[in-house]
């Protein structure tokens, strides 16, 4: 069974982060999103609603698990026996940082990263954008999967 693990913050989940595992679904068995759990970022909602918000998204796919974690993502990976670590690219800086993370993540645990361009239609779209809109009250539908609310 080829098992990932497609971690990230995830605040908001956007149709980016979609778009990323519907593409990995064709040729992975079985995908874990991994919420991570990180103290020093300011994150909009709290983890036990994004676990929820995700979790209704995909309710439908049982080859989509969603988990919080709030260890090293390749440990993450190790203790669900995922083989791989699914990440999305946006730009070329996101590229430089995922190989360089990627390469440790395989010297420490033999886990490959497999890297997704973005498709070019949705590079602008970032979790980051998205919660300054919610910050300021703005309608952010047309940047999340459909069927996904954010209260």
């Known amino acids: 069974m080829k098992r990932a693990i497609f971690p990230g913050t995830f605040d908001p989940f956007t149709i980016g982060h979609y778009s990323v595992v519907k ?11 991994g919420i991570g759990v ?3 970022k300011k994150t909009w ?4 609603k994004r676990v929820e918000m995700i979790r209704k998204l ?7 698990k969603v988990e919080a ?7 993450f990976a ?6 791989f670590i699914i990440r999305g690219i946006r730009t070329v800086h996101d590229f430089e940082y995922e ?3 990627a390469d440790i993540n395989r010297k420490l645990a033999g886990v490959e990263t497999i890297l997704l361009f973005t498709e070019p239609e949705l590079t602008s779209i970032s979790s980051t954008i998205v919660r ?6 703005k309608d952010v539908s047309d940047f999340l999967p459909e069927g996904m609310e954010v209260e």
């Open 23 to 33: 593409r990995a679904l064709t040729f992975m068995d079985e995908i874990i999103i």
């Open 38 to 40: 990180n103290d020093k």
């Open 45 to 48: 909602f709290p983890t036990e």
């Open 58 to 64: 995909y309710a439908d796919e049982p080859r989509i």
């Open 69 to 75: 974690y709030d260890n090293l993502t390749v440990d």
């Open 78 to 83: 190790r203790e669900r026996e995922a083989g």
């Open 99 to 101: 190989e360089t993370i």
């Open 132 to 137: 300054e809109l919610l910050q300021y009250g």
